[in-house]
């Protein structure tokens, strides 16, 4: 989720949810509440309308016992005089917040309430009562109390007032506890939901945060193996995916870099080591022309023929490391041209076929192609290509008659060319990997299977950056063919029709 959302969510969650909870909470409260009220003082009013007026409901709370006073001064004015029935109406009352005040002539017979009170002094005189149990008198003073007067004659024919006082400050504690646990409600819901979006934000941010505060510490650290992992679909989401990806990406090229300077390690080795062998049969043979030991002309010209095929061995070796590195960054000097395939690769079979009659193998070729078929490639580098997979097959030629085959065919938009041994072959553990660099099959390394381990790597990047592939198969004892295809030249002619 986005931030935006979350905001907005946020916001919403912030006004409407205390909104709603409190409303809730204060319908609950005033349910119950009223319901406490209701048994207590008698009020049955499912409208609440008298909660919006406090006077009102204190006198409703009294309601039922001016009732019953009303009655008893009506009918038994006598009982005014009996203590019992004065104690009894009096409890209720306290109940009510309220107490008995009654009095006969000028004088209270009877006080429902312990210690002197100045509302005592103000009580009203004999008929200035009301029959309406919804009005009465307010007094005001050291202490607040409403007044319900009911006036009515004793036996003897004195004059009486029993007075219920409803005490203010002490009324209806269950208002004063709903109004506590409305207060406390609300607190409480507004610290359920400010806990609320603090979880939320901190899972969905903090989190996060904390792994990519932990993730830059192992980059920091140099230590790439690690995951970010990305759980959310935000901009924290974003940012992990892209650290992730920047991780991995650093991670590879920690590993490419590792790995280059590796394979620079074992091409240096293997340069090092194949340049011994022939730098030490130069040394050895021109130290024999210096002692004097080729005392003849037919052994002189052997040393010299030796010292400069030696010499060759080691330009070839100078060449493939010159090239390597120009492979390596991408920096092969190409210049493509339109071949003729039928001469091209006649001229190179004529090349081929001397040094190979000098070393006693057979050369066969066979062209299967037409005369007039042309590719677009460069030639010095694409008879590299033959030169380096003839080389491979001589090194590895252990027949005592050797022989090398070279096919050429139309396979429709390409030529494939086919270069076939009678070698010793590649097993097949090895064949998925000779035109890795580096990669030897013959670890012997000596004088007549040594070399760099980049020559079919090099052969390999030469013919896909001609737009071709190459392949190779082999069975052991038995020889190798490798394969390679270069698209053919294709002129297109486009008729334009002329209007005279």
Same mark, same amino acid.
């Given at each position: 989720?986005?931030?935006?959302?979350?905001?907005?969510?946020?916001?919403?969650?912030?006004?409407?949810?205390?909104?709603?909870?409190?409303?809730?909470?204060?319908?609950?409260?005033?349910?119950?509440?009223?319901?406490?009220?209701?048994?207590?003082?008698?009020?049955?009013?499912?409208?609440?309308?008298?909660?919006?007026?406090?006077?009102?409901?204190?006198?409703?709370?009294?309601?039922?016992?001016?009732?019953?006073?009303?009655?008893?001064?009506? !009918?038994?004015?006598?009982?005014?005089?009996?203590? &019992?029935? +004065? =104690?009894?109406?009096?409890? *209720? @009352?306290? /109940?009510?917040?309220?107490?008995?005040?009654?009095?006969?002539?000028?004088?209270?017979?009877?006080?429902?309430?312990?210690?002197?009170?100045?509302?005592?002094?103000?009580?009203?005189?004999?008929?200035?009562?009301?029959?309406?149990?919804?009005?009465?008198?307010?007094?005001?003073?050291?202490?607040?109390?409403?007044?319900?007067?009911?006036?009515?004659?004793?036996?003897? !024919?004195?004059?009486?007032?029993?007075?219920?006082? &409803?005490? +203010? =400050?002490?009324?209806?504690? *269950? @208002?004063? /506890?709903?109004?506590?646990?409305?207060?406390?409600?609300?607190?409480?819901?507004?610290?359920?939901?400010?806990?609320?979006?603090?979880?939320?934000?901190?899972?969905?941010?903090?989190?996060?945060?904390?792994?990519?505060?932990?993730?830059?510490?192992?980059?920091?650290?140099?230590?790439?193996?690690?995951?970010?992992?990305?759980?959310?679909?935000?901009?924290?989401?974003?940012?992990?995916?892209?650290?992730?990806?920047?991780?991995?990406? +650093?991670?590879?090229?920690?590993? *490419?870099?590792?790995?280059?300077?590796?394979?620079?390690?074992?091409?240096?080795?293997?340069?090092?080591?194949?340049?011994?062998?022939?730098?030490?049969?130069?040394?050895?043979?021109?130290?024999?022309?210096?002692?004097?030991?080729?005392?003849?002309?037919?052994?002189?010209?052997?040393?010299?023929?030796?010292?400069?095929?030696?010499?060759?061995?080691?330009?070839?070796?100078?060449?493939?490391?010159?090239?390597?590195?120009?492979?390596?960054?991408?920096?092969?000097?190409?210049?493509?041209?339109?071949?003729?395939?039928?001469?091209?690769?006649?001229?190179?079979?004529?090349?081929?076929?001397?040094?190979?009659?000098?070393?006693?193998?057979?050369?066969?070729?066979?062209?299967?192609?037409?005369?007039?078929?042309?590719?677009?490639?460069?030639?010095?580098?694409?008879?590299?290509?033959?030169?380096?997979?003839?080389?491979?097959?001589?090194?590895?030629?252990?027949?005592?008659?050797?022989?090398?085959?070279?096919?050429?065919?139309?396979?429709?938009?390409?030529?494939?060319?086919?270069?076939?041994?009678?070698?010793?072959?590649?097993?097949?553990?090895?064949?998925?990997?000779?035109?890795?660099?580096?990669?030897?099959?013959?670890?012997?390394?000596?004088?007549?299977?040594?070399?760099?381990?980049?020559?079919?790597?090099?052969?390999?990047?030469?013919?896909?950056?001609?737009?071709?592939?190459?392949?190779?198969?082999?069975?052991?004892?038995?020889?190798?063919?490798?394969?390679?295809?270069?698209?053919?030249?294709?002129?297109?002619?486009?008729?334009?029709?002329?209007?005279?």
């Amino acid at each position: 989720m986005k931030f935006k959302n979350k905001i907005i969510i946020s916001f919403c969650i912030i006004i409407f949810v205390p909104i709603f909870l409190s409303v809730l909470t204060i319908f609950s409260v005033q349910k119950i509440q009223m319901k406490a009220i209701e048994r207590t003082y008698g009020i049955v009013d499912d409208n609440y309308n008298y909660l919006s007026n406090t006077t009102q409901l204190f006198y409703r709370f009294t309601k039922g016992s001016f009732e019953d006073l009303k009655k008893v001064a009506k !009918e038994n004015p006598e009982k005014f005089e009996d203590t &019992t029935y +004065l =104690e009894d109406t009096n409890a *209720e @009352l306290e /109940k009510k917040s309220s107490y008995l005040v009654v009095r006969k002539d000028s004088a209270l017979v009877y006080i429902g309430k312990d210690g002197g009170s100045s509302l005592l002094t103000q009580l009203p005189p004999y008929g200035d009562n009301t029959d309406n149990a919804y009005s009465g008198t307010y007094i005001d003073g050291e202490e607040q109390a409403l007044l319900k007067q009911v006036d009515f004659v004793y036996p003897d !024919e004195s004059k009486g007032s029993a007075f219920i006082v &409803t005490v +203010l =400050e002490s009324s209806v504690p *269950e @208002l004063k /506890k709903m109004a506590v646990d409305i207060m406390i409600a609300v607190l409480l819901i507004l610290v359920l939901t400010a806990c609320m979006l603090t979880i939320w934000i901190y899972t969905s941010m903090i989190n996060p945060i904390k792994k990519l505060q932990a993730a830059a510490q192992n980059i920091k650290e140099g230590n790439l193996d690690f995951t970010v992992e990305v759980e959310n679909d935000d901009e924290i989401g974003e940012l992990c995916r892209s650290f992730e990806e920047m991780r991995q990406r +650093l991670k590879d090229n920690t590993e *490419e870099k590792i790995e280059s300077e590796r394979e620079n390690k074992t091409l240096i080795s293997n340069i090092a080591h194949d340049l011994k062998t022939p730098i030490t049969a130069v040394k050895g043979y021109a130290e024999g022309l210096m002692d004097g030991v080729a005392d003849t002309p037919e052994k002189r010209d052997k040393y010299i023929r030796t010292i400069y095929n030696k010499a060759n061995e080691m330009d070839t070796l100078i060449n493939e490391l010159t090239l390597y590195s120009k492979i390596d960054t991408n920096r092969i000097p190409y210049n493509f041209a339109k071949i003729n395939v039928s001469d091209y690769f006649m001229d190179c079979v004529e090349e081929l076929g001397l040094d190979l009659e000098a070393k006693n193998i057979g050369l066969g070729y066979f062209n299967y192609v037409d005369e007039d078929v042309q590719i677009i490639a460069d030639p010095e580098q694409l008879r590299r290509v033959i030169n380096n997979i003839v080389g491979n097959s001589i090194k590895y030629l252990d027949k005592q008659k050797g022989f090398i085959n070279i096919r050429i065919k139309d396979v429709g938009d390409f030529i494939q060319v086919e270069i076939e041994d009678n070698g010793r072959g590649i097993s097949a553990r090895d064949l998925p990997y000779i035109f890795d660099r580096f990669y030897r099959a013959d670890a012997s390394r000596n004088s007549a299977t040594g070399g760099s381990g980049i020559g079919l790597s090099i052969v390999k990047k030469i013919i896909e950056d001609h737009g071709g592939k190459i392949w190779a198969t082999s069975k052991e004892t038995i020889g190798t063919v490798m394969y390679f295809v270069i698209r053919k030249y294709q002129e297109v002619y486009n008729e334009q029709s002329i209007d005279n």
